[in-house]
């Protein structure tokens, strides 16, 4: 790249060669109107709101997609150029139905703030009134066509950020529409609900159910924080308002999701059901019923130091929470592990970062369903073939990833995987705890130029190893204590429970929690401080969005106070 | 110099423009220094004078005969025409009858509404028939001002009021273009 010299509205600008005009002059605090442009998308130069005048070239120009070359000159706001554009706002008012009185976006929307910055006061172009059914099929968001200009950045975003493809126009000129799949229902579409189409839209056509008129950008709070729902660890910008969570929304530019969310991140945590545990219980002639914190804490205290003990923590919360809860059973000579399996290293290759998938020439999955559990490593995966990548999925079950793998191999057949990747240039393997010995075996040739992927089933595995927590299975002790956070039990661990005094520090009503003896509250994501570590093992800081109920503690606080009891 | 003369009248509307102008508080007692409120649909004199006004302000659209008589006679009547309100400008909120024909806005208004029992849609020789569509002021007579919002401010609507005082073309543009005194 070289430095290229233009002028921009008769200011001299610098930029590099390859750069467009538009992004030539948002560095030189110029600002140009987009519509369809989004820095997160590639460019499409389709609704012609970035037009400029460039000295001696015929017409006018995209800036959006017209490089910048040395010497140009660019004119960004001459009255030509802003006639054109008010005609374009014209054509774009007047071809749907665009209600700014009644949509949840006005105040907010792209399109009405050039319509203000261009003083459009009327349009004079008559109106079709054409009729389009909203399709409200999706749980989470609702599709308007009345206010869509056609941009397409949502279509963008399905294919370019999640790979999805659901997306893309039926008809063309004036009946052109966005569709999903064959123009089925959104709800039965091939869409996995990641909300990026919502994030990019510029206007009121994606509504997000939940925050829909919850309030205007100026009256909102966004917090970023680090999303706690599986191990990636993706950046959220949480935006609440009055103490109400309103919506999730992803982290342009940052790692490692670049901004892509998957539904569990961005949307399940605000319909969550359960009830919420809101204080410490304690239970008295078999009854649990509500104690003050000092009161659960001494029984707590108590107990650990009666008889024998074990401290057994889902790994889903903090780094701190977990480095508390080690440091506590330390001190009561109590064994301390993880409910959790965890992922045993592969004995060969290279520690791979979650965006070493994006640019893999062959990757191989096996043991793992990313796209059920960690989402947004499936969306990498498909991204990666898209571009080119060979995608290898070794199992003997059903793996979503099959149906855009080049290849689907059974684990006897787990060696043509590796003659695929001979001569290829980067390989990354995906794996979980799934993986077969003989897989493992068979991929060893690969050697230590792979890059290996570990995808650990806990959500924040890498704070539970750092804090020296093993898997471990409950055991024949006088005290149980389990620190589940957000978690609730499954089956399997209730099972296991036996007779013991038990201990349960929980964010919500489970039947373990009803068993329980003593119930102490933790706080849940969105009202989190601290850390957690993610899979590239970036220890991530936890904002809170929300303040914690009245008589909720931190767990890392609480397993300190009790430290501290026990002296 | 006399006073300037103003007539307004509300057309498919729900008059909460007219509201709006009445928002300008007190400034209404320094207005009337200037101005003459002719017609309005709360005096007594309900059409614009034949021998005419300076300023003409339609708000609403025009979704029936009569509305459309109504903007043509102010049109007529008028140096100056401004549209006030999205209705005016654009026919606005009222303009969602036009995804469905005459026939079945009626019926479902008249007949198949929840609380309405042996309903029957009402034909009278006085009553004005509906048009196919409702329509923007300006789809039908020309106007020299559009004012748009949901309704327009008061602090808009005195700014193109005064702007026309000063002998000046008002020209729309940041805070009295946006609707809403925050501008959302």
């Known amino acids: ?567 | 110099m006399g006073k300037i003369k103003v007539a307004s009248q509300w057309l498919e509307s729900c008059a909460g423009c007219h509201m709006s102008f009445l928002d300008i508080d007190e400034r209404i007692v320094e207005l009337l220094k200037y101005v003459e409120l002719s017609s309005t649909p709360i005096t007594d004199l309900k059409h614009p004078p034949e021998e005419g006004v300076d300023v003409g302000i339609l708000t609403g659209g025009i979704g029936n005969e009569e509305e459309k008589a109504e903007a043509k006679l102010m049109r007529d009547r008028c140096k100056i025409l401004i549209a006030l309100g999205d209705c005016a400008v654009t026919g606005g909120i009222c303009t969602m009858r036009n995804f469905f024909d005459t026939e079945e806005v009626l019926r479902r208004g008249y007949i198949e509404t929840e609380s309405t029992v042996d309903g029957e849609i009402p034909h009278h020789e006085d009553l004005t028939p509906l048009t196919d569509r409702v329509m923007g002021v300006g789809d039908v007579v020309p106007v020299d001002i559009y004012l748009p919002g949901c309704p327009p401010s008061a602090d808009a609507i005195w700014f193109v009021l005064t702007e026309l005082l000063e002998g000046r073309m008002p020209k729309l543009e940041g805070k009295v273009l946006k609707y809403g005194s925050d501008g959302g």
């Open chain 1, 1 to 567: 790249m070289s430095e290229i010299h233009l002028t921009i509205n008769g200011k001299p600008v610098v930029a590099q060669s390859g750069q467009t005009i538009l992004e030539a002059a948002k560095q030189a605090d110029i600002d140009i109107p987009v519509l369809c442009h989004h820095p997160a998308l590639a460019n499409w130069g389709a609704c012609r709101m970035c037009l400029v005048e460039v000295k001696g070239m015929r017409g006018l120009q995209t800036s959006c997609t017209c490089p910048a070359t040395e010497g140009m000159e660019v004119e960004t706001e001459t009255e030509k150029v802003v006639a054109v554009r008010k005609f374009v706002l014209e054509l774009l008012f007047s071809e749907r139905n665009h209600y700014c009185m009644y949509c949840q976006m006005s105040g907010d929307c792209e399109l009405q703030d050039l319509a203000y910055r261009y003083g459009l006061d009327h349009w004079t172009y008559p109106r079709p009134f054409e009729k389009m059914e909203v399709d409200a099929s999706r749980k989470y968001f609702i599709m308007d066509p009345n206010r869509c200009i056609l941009c397409s950045r949502c279509i963008r975003a399905c294919s370019e950020i999640a790979a999805n493809h659901t997306l893309g126009l039926r008809d063309r000129g004036a009946r052109t529409m966005v569709v999903a799949d064959l123009d089925v229902p959104f709800g039965e579409s091939t869409c996995v609900e990641c909300g990026t189409c919502l994030q990019v839209c510029p206007t009121g056509a994606l509504i997000d159910a939940k925050s829909a008129y919850g309030g205007r950008e100026k009256d909102v709070i966004h917090t970023q924080t680090t999303c706690m729902q599986c191990s990636v660890g993706c950046d959220l910008d949480v935006v609440t308002r009055y103490q109400r969570l309103l919506r999730v929304d992803g982290v342009w530019e940052s790692e490692p999701s670049g901004g892509l969310l998957c539904v569990d991140g961005r949307f399940k945590p605000l319909y969550e059901k359960r009830q919420r545990v809101t204080g410490p219980l304690v239970r008295k002639d078999g009854k649990l019923v509500a104690a003050g914190w000092n009161e659960a804490l001494g029984i707590v205290a108590e107990k650990l130091q009666s008889g024998s003990c074990q401290g057994l923590a889902y790994c889903a919360t903090t780094d701190e929470a977990l480095t508390a809860f080690a440091r506590l059973f330390a001190k009561v000579d109590g064994a301390a592990g993880r409910i959790e399996p965890q992922v045993a290293p592969l004995g060969f290759g290279q520690v791979a970062k979650v965006q070493d998938v994006l640019d893999a020439d062959v990757i191989i999955v096996t043991g793992a369903q990313p796209l059920e559990y960690q989402r947004v490593i499936g969306y990498f995966i498909h991204r990666a073939a898209d571009q080119g990548a060979q995608v290898a999925v070794i199992t003997d079950d059903e793996n979503g990833l099959s149906a855009r793998a080049a290849m689907t191999l059974t684990s006897a057949e787990a060696g043509k995987a590796v003659e695929t990747a001979a001569g290829a240039g980067k390989v990354v393997v995906v794996y979980g705890t799934e993986i077969k010995p003989e897989v493992i075996a068979a991929l060893k040739p690969l050697g230590d130029e792979a890059y290996i992927l570990a995808l650990d089933p806990a959500r924040n595995a890498q704070g539970a190893t750092a804090a020296g927590l093993q898997p471990q299975e409950p055991s024949d002790v006088d005290v149980l204590y389990f620190l589940l956070g957000e978690q609730s039990e499954d089956a399997a661990l209730l099972a296991k429970v036996n007779g013991a005094f038990k201990i349960v520090q929980a964010a919500y009503h489970s039947p373990l929690v009803d068993q329980a003896d003593v119930v102490l509250p933790t706080p849940i994501w969105v009202e989190r401080t601290g850390h957690v570590t993610n899979l590239d093992g970036s220890a991530k800081p936890l904002h809170a969005a929300l303040l914690m109920p009245e008589n909720v503690r931190d767990e890392a606080e609480a397993l300190a106070a009790l430290a501290d009891m026990i002296g």
